[in-house]
């Protein structure tokens, strides 16, 4: 979503990283084409002004006391960065647990912003940290609403109370109530309300919002926004505030290619902070809203910190440790070890949005969309197709062996033999690297690596040829 914004932001940066020794006129340049990028991202006019001001006056404050030898753009860069995690919210806000259980979550928004789905994304995000979430249908008026919630909950294996078929039957604030007490009484520690979205500011369901609010006292109320409406998230949002109300919102959809604004306007306009974030259709694509990984994000340094995290959870610690165990024992990488972490990466999510947490993957923008996601899966089926000795040994891979694993996996032959010569040079590199030899020739080390250090020729020198002039030669057997 941010990718143009990003593009933009780096831009900016590399002309100014270009000027050395930065002057006045510099910074009103620089601040003009971050004006213009933002307004362009679909950002409200109030959070620009504002956002350009407060870099434009702390960065001519700080010009005269940079030194002529200091990197005078990274610290503008450092005041433009600072600026952004604040529009973004400053710092990460957590759900409040009510002291007594269950704590009541009340989902809000408009139709079409992927609350009921959100509302499975939450549950499960809450279930694996060892809470006991129940989802309550309480969106009794838009079709198949119930149905949708309680497939999604089937999905990520938490209960759904549903005493109403909807489609227009039954009263959404008796069944929210209901759940309450049905929380309670099965000792569920947390309740999250999924309630009937809006098509507008429809002020009957409204009305219906505030007197769910009222008969249950939600702990949080979330304000589910699609962050594709650009600045109609900032008014829709208002009118909640001013009707509901609600204590914090979850930006859905970030995987569009809309222009993103709502992001930055939201929690400026309407003083609650982003908690959540969601980006993509799976009920893994779901995270707390970290404004300092968002901004390093648009400002094109990567997001290494949340791909760390998905990496943690993906990759089982004890295949892990196993794989170190064998790295240092000297034992060869095998086909089954690449399976293991083919499946990691598959638990991962979309490679694309992996990539995209890269630093510079806004230079990389191409390349990213035009990775094939299907890949992956296509070497998984060749390796599957294998037998567990010709995994370990894949010595043993002889024509036959070959095409009867093409055939098995569905491929040619060719990829059957691309993928095994590939691995045989992965298996290479790993011995030279473990052996202190460095990479292949014409392979270079990943930036930012250490170098191997190099062994000692254990050559005795070279004998020095003797002068022909007895006299020197006198002096250099002495010496």
């Known amino acids: 979503m941010f990718d143009n914004l990003s593009s933009k932001f780096s831009n900016a940066f590399s002309s100014l990283r270009s000027r050395g020794k930065i002057s006045p006129s510099d910074i009103e340049n620089t601040c003009a084409e971050v004006r213009t990028a933002l ?36 610290a503008i860069f450092e005041i433009v ?20 259980a269950p704590t009541v979550i009340m989902l809000a928004g408009l139709q079409g912003a992927g609350k009921t789905t959100l509302a499975g994304k939450l549950a499960k995000f809450y279930a694996e940290q060892g809470n006991t979430p129940l989802l309550v249908a309480s969106d009794l008026q838009r079709p198949n609403a119930v149905n949708q919630l309680q497939v999604v909950g089937e999905s990520v294996g938490v209960p759904v109370f549903a005493p109403e078929p909807g489609n227009g039957v039954g009263n959404p604030v008796k069944v929210a109530e209901q759940g309450i007490a049905f929380a309670k009484s099965k000792l569920y520690n947390m309740v999250i309300v999924d309630t009937a979205g809006r098509l507008g500011v429809d002020e009957d369901l409204m009305r219906e919002a505030i007197a769910i609010r009222d008969a249950i006292s939600p702990d949080e ?16 949002a208002q009118a909640f505030q001013d009707g509901v109300g609600f204590d914090g919102v979850v930006l859905t959809k970030l995987d569009g290619d809309a222009r993103g604004g ?11 902070p982003i908690m959540f974030s969601s980006n993509g259709e799976k009920l893994i694509d779901f995270d707390i809203f970290y404004p300092d990984r968002m901004a390093s994000r648009i400002l094109g340094l990567g997001d290494v910190a949340t791909l760390a995290e998905q990496a943690k959870k993906a990759f ?74 010709e995994r370990r040994d894949p010595k043993v891979l002889n024509g036959s062996r070959r095409a009867r694993i093409a055939l098995g996996a569905g491929r040619k032959v060719q990829d059957v033999n691309s993928l095994v010569d590939k ?42 040829s003797k002068s022909g002039n007895p006299a020197k030669r006198a002096l250099e057997e002495k010496g």
């Not at 030899?437 to 250490?450: R, S």
Request: overall charge positive; aromatic content about 4%; cysteine-free.
């Open 39 to 74: 307004l362009e991202s679909d950002v409200a006019l109030p959070v620009v002004d504002s956002f350009i001001e407060k870099i434009r006056s702390k960065s001519l404050e700080a010009l005269p006391n940079l030194q002529s030898g200091t990197n005078q753009a990274q």
């Open 423 to 464: 691995f045989a040079a992965a298996q290479k590199m790993m011995k030279q690297m473990r052996s202190g030899k460095g990479l292949p020739a014409g392979m270079g080390m990943p930036p930012g690596a250490p170098t191997p250090v190099q062994k000692v020729s254990q050559q005795p020198a070279k004998k020095k």
């Open 262 to 272: 709502a992001a930055l306007s939201i929690t400026q306009l309407s003083g609650k």
């Open 316 to 389: 089982d610690v004890e295949s892990s440790a196993r794989l170190e165990e064998k790295f240092a024992r000297g034992d060869d990488f095998t086909l089954e070890d690449f399976l293991e972490q083919l499946e990691a990466m598959s638990k991962m999510g979309s490679m694309s949005k992996l990539l995209g947490m890269l630093p510079g993957a806004a230079g990389m923008k191409k390349q990213i969309e035009n990775f094939d996601e299907s890949e992956i899966v296509r070497t998984k089926s060749i390796v599957q197709s294998m037998t567990p000795i």
């Open 221 to 236: 109320i979330l304000f589910v926004v699609d962050a594709m409406i650009g600045q109609d998230a900032v008014r829709t």
């Open 81 to 100: 960065n600072a600026e952004l995690v604040e529009i973004l919210g400053g710092s990460a806000r957590r759900v409040r647990f009510a002291k007594t």
